[in-house]
């Protein structure tokens, strides 16, 4: 069998509640849920998942089940033995400055990402990213996966990210089916209730005195000419808690209309006109 073309086979939405306390400990609790063409199903796609999964900021990445290797950070602590970095440009947006910086991989076949990384001056937090991972690296049934983050201050020194996309392409031809096509996965991230300690605060501060990004750079090259082994120690969060609300699905329409940060596409309204019927 054929999967015909210009066709939307699953789409699903969700609205979940999400607790995170460190080092790993997660809870999740998804209030709403709606599945076209199955009032009466649940979305399997989890706040938790896209989340806690893609923090740039950890040296790995495990990105679930995609690959059999964890994926190297282009901020792992020894990043510069897998990447090159090359600033593009610099900008300024609500009186910060950003750095445009492109980021290749220094090595072929290995769970690498390649793309812009957006970093703020001073404080060197992320504000955004958009990275791309191709079937170079040998990914099964994968053309192309791309990655787009952005972050945005909750506090007076915290930044999170506020929404998260993952664009997939895709294509297989074995004996019994063959099919292309592709998808994405929005995630939307509000109503952050932080309990900040007092010391990031002044761990803020503290960054805003290191010196500029070619004296980091400079720096960072040095380190890797004399540490070509980097550390491949990495572990994968299994501590988490899931629950769905009784009732998660019953939400109507209407509802549902004023929920969505982002109102659905023509092709989205419908599919859920089509097969809701």
Known sequence: PKIPENKIIYFSEALSEITFKKPDIYNEKMIHSKVSGMPRSYGFATAHAMFAEVNFYENYLSLGEIYERPFVSPLNANAFNYYEFELLETFSERGHKIYKIKVTPLKTKSPLFRGNIYIIDGSWRIHSVNFIIDKSIGIDYIDTLTIQQTFAPVSDSVWMPINQKFN???????????????????????NYKLDVPKKIKAKVDTLKKEPSLNQVVKRRYKQRDKDENA???????????????????KLDTNNWKQLRPVPLTTEEIADYREKDS
């Open 231 to 249: 550390s491949k120690e990495f572990k994968v969060d299994k501590n988490e808690l899931f629950r769905v609300e009784e009732e998660a699905n």
């Open 168 to 190: 997939i392409k895709f294509s297989f031809d074995v004996k019994v089916a063959s099919a292309s096509g592709s998808g994405y996965v929005l995630g939307i991230f509000s």
